[in-house]
């Protein structure tokens, strides 16, 4: 039971990693550049826990997301400004999502039409803009 369950985390990841790869090595775009390259909060680690505080734009908004900010700072010290590093991390939590929206539906549907929920979750085109 857990092997062939594995089977389906592995199918889920390489068939979204590969239908998404594509989009690693695009430059920013729209709000990458106020959220990542204009922020000085994702430039310096310590000043991004005061993100806990404030919303994460610098002008005024409501757009509280303190952990994002967390994350990019620390995709910041690895990658620095390269979108690749970027683009691999939205990569990665879509194929976890995928993943535990299967671990979900498969307590509900059983694993082969959780499977082909999950997988056409995680490849439709509907959840480009995400990635």
């Known amino acids: 039971m857990e092997k062939r369950i594995s089977r389906y985390f592995v199918f889920l990841f390489v068939i979204s990693f590969l239908v998404y790869f594509n989009s690693t090595f695009n430059p920013f775009i729209w709000d990458d550049f106020s959220l990542i390259v204009e922020n000085p909060y994702v430039k310096n680690f310590k000043l991004s826990f005061s993100s806990f505080g404030k919303d994460i734009y610098l002008e005024v908004s409501n757009f509280y997301r303190p952990l994002q900010i967390i994350i990019y700072s620390i995709v910041y010290k690895l990658f620095k400004l390269n979108p690749v590093g970027y ?28 499977f082909l929920a999950s997988l056409l979750w995680a490849i439709h085109p509907v959840n480009t803009e995400a990635i």
């Open 87 to 114: 683009h691999f991390l939205n990569i990665f939590l879509h194929t976890g999502c995928a993943i535990l929206f299967f671990l979900l539906l498969k307590e509900v549907y059983g694993e082969r039409i959780s």
